[in-house]
């Protein structure tokens, strides 16, 4: 990879930190904006340059949301770049993540780290850095981000580097970084356009893909609010049909729940285009009766009827469902993705591209896209859908870890205690995607005879001895199945 012909904004960010005037007035680089639009690259090149011209035996940092992410996007491409390899000799140690870049003279060490939750910064902590490049700064946490940059704090003469795309305007780096303007730091807002090797017929292809809020962020490079509908862009004249595929390979797809609605879809895959031709769907909320895995399972496979059916994607959160479905030995399993965002992303263009299309039968589906919002008021993005419920975030937890808070779990994966509806015991089981789901909502106290008080929206659904109910369901006469006294060996009832 070598850049042949350079955009002016290119042209800056290469020779912002070689040029003495320049490199004596900023410290810090931002490159925002589109995607494809030729930042990332010149800023690698760039970044490699500045270290190895003024520093030697030196430690710098390379940071991508996960160690993977960054050698996806800059270790393995950085072999490619003859802009590079012409001058250093790269080698690379996985089991370390350390890149050794030298020269003739010049020798330095570039450590990749990962910034994917909250508990990131403990890995970067301790460790004198010259300079950090951040791939993708803003699907980074805070608390990260700033302990890499207080590595530099030290080194007199150390810079800063960030690339991202837009996100929300309430984001912490858009409001700290890009709208304070300090004097030190070279801001460059990059388009499409500013990439040479983007022509027309590209840039129309890229903008095909994405509709709505990601339209604005990764073709108009703006940090714009995720509001209103999340799929305006869906039109039953144009994503509902009335005929069925005649032929294709069939898939499920399982939005499993308990009190709130369990839904399944039948898939019919015909080449590009996806069609959910048919489905089924239960609300123990709407009905007042909860069904066990065993019931599901049973409508999964009348849904199926005499189809093979390649997979059935689960939510993952589904552990009860998913051992009964495998207990069986019909159908192949796999576990979802619950990137939700991302997720969005990619039914926001599928729909964009018509290639996903629901059958007329699918009403529940259909009625569901009216159902999903933005939520306006929160600082990342974050759907808000109607009869949403959720705990306070002071609430305790039991893991093998220890009790934590939840708010203390958010954006952290790991195991937690629950109980297992089918076995009627306690297990561990994994979770994941906590976050926070509403703001300034009316919330209530229950107390249980053990002293245990548990606050949580109305909606939110509690496992008694007669099945699930809602926290406005319950009264004094319902015991609640609770595992607060696993470390003593009890499972503990109260009311």
């Given at each position: 990879m070598t850049l042949k012909n350079i955009s002016e904004k290119q042209g800056k960010v290469l020779g912002w930190c070689q040029n003495p005037i320049s490199r004596e007035k900023y410290s810090v680089i931002i490159c925002d904006g589109a995607v494809r639009s030729g930042k990332t690259v010149c800023m690698v090149i760039s970044f490699v340059h500045w270290a190895m011209r003024f520093y030697n035996g030196s430690i710098?940092?390379?940071?991508?949301?996960?160690?993977?992410?960054?050698?996806?996007?800059?270790?393995?491409?950085i072999f490619e770049m003859s802009d590079i390899t012409e001058y250093y000799s790269l080698s690379y140690t996985r089991s370390t993540k350390l890149l050794t870049v030298a020269g003739k003279e010049h020798t330095n060490s570039f450590y990749i780290f990962g910034g994917k939750d909250e508990s990131s910064y403990m890995l970067i902590q301790g460790i004198t850095l010259s300079g950090v490049l951040f791939d993708e700064v803003a699907l980074m946490p805070r608390s990260f981000v700033e302990q890499a940059i207080a590595r530099t704090v030290s080194v007199e003469d150390s810079k800063l580097w960030f690339n991202c795309n837009p996100e929300s305007p309430n984001h912490w780096f858009y409001n700290e970084w890009i709208k304070k303007k300090q004097p030190d730091t070279l801001h460059l807002h990059f388009l499409m356009s500013d990439n040479p090797i983007m022509t027309k017929k590209a840039i129309e292809k890229a903008e095909r893909r994405f509709a709505g809020v990601f339209y604005d962020r990764?073709?108009?490079?703006?940090?714009?609010?995720?509001?209103?509908?999340?799929?305006?862009?869906?039109?039953?004249?144009?994503?509902?049909?009335?005929?069925?595929?005649?032929?294709?390979?069939?898939?499920?797809?399982i939005d499993y729940g308990t009190l709130n609605p369990c839904s399944m879809g039948l898939w019919c895959l015909n080449g590009k285009q996806a069609v959910?031709?048919?489905?089924?769907?239960?609300?123990?909320?709407?009905?007042?009766?909860?069904?066990?895995?065993?019931?599901?399972?049973?409508?999964?496979?009348?849904?199926?009827?005499?189809?093979?059916?390649?997979?059935?994607?689960?939510?993952?959160s589904a552990a009860s469902f998913i051992t009964c479905i495998q207990k069986h030995r019909k159908f192949r399993v796999r576990k979802a993705k619950n990137e939700v965002v991302?997720?969005?992303?990619?039914?926001?263009?599928?729909?964009?591209?018509?290639?996903?299309?629901?059958?007329?039968?699918?009403?529940?589906t259909i009625k569901e896209f009216g159902l999903y919002r933005w939520d306006d008021k929160a600082t990342e993005d974050r759907v808000i859908k109607e009869n949403d419920h959720c705990l306070v975030g002071n609430s305790i937890v039991h893991t093998p870890k220890g009790d934590f808070e939840i708010k203390e779990l958010v954006g952290k994966t790991g195991k937690i205690y629950c109980y297992n509806e089918s076995d009627k015991a306690l297990t561990v089981s994994d979770f994941f995607h906590v976050r926070k789901t509403q703001e300034s909502v009316q919330v209530y106290e229950i107390e249980l005879e053990n002293g245990t008080k548990i606050k949580a929206t109305a909606e939110h659904p509690f496992l008694t001895e007669t099945g699930w109910k809602m926290l406005k369901e319950l009264s004094e006469n319902d015991r609640i199945v609770c595992i607060g006294g696993f470390a003593n060996g009890n499972n503990l009832s109260g009311k």
């Open positions: 710098f940092g390379i940071c991508g949301k996960t160690v993977q992410s960054a050698e996806r996007n800059i270790i393995t491409p990764y073709i108009k490079g703006l940090w714009v609010l995720a509001e209103g509908l999340v799929y305006p862009m869906f039109n039953e004249k144009e994503h509902v049909v009335r005929e069925v595929p005649e032929a294709g390979r069939y898939f499920i797809s959910r031709i048919a489905e089924y769907y239960h609300s123990g909320r709407d009905t007042q009766k909860q069904l066990t895995d065993e019931e599901y399972y049973q409508a999964l496979e009348k849904l199926a009827g005499e189809r093979y059916i390649e997979y059935v994607v689960v939510d993952p991302n997720g969005i992303r990619v039914t926001t263009t599928m729909l964009q591209n018509k290639n996903i299309l629901f059958h007329e039968s699918c009403r529940n």
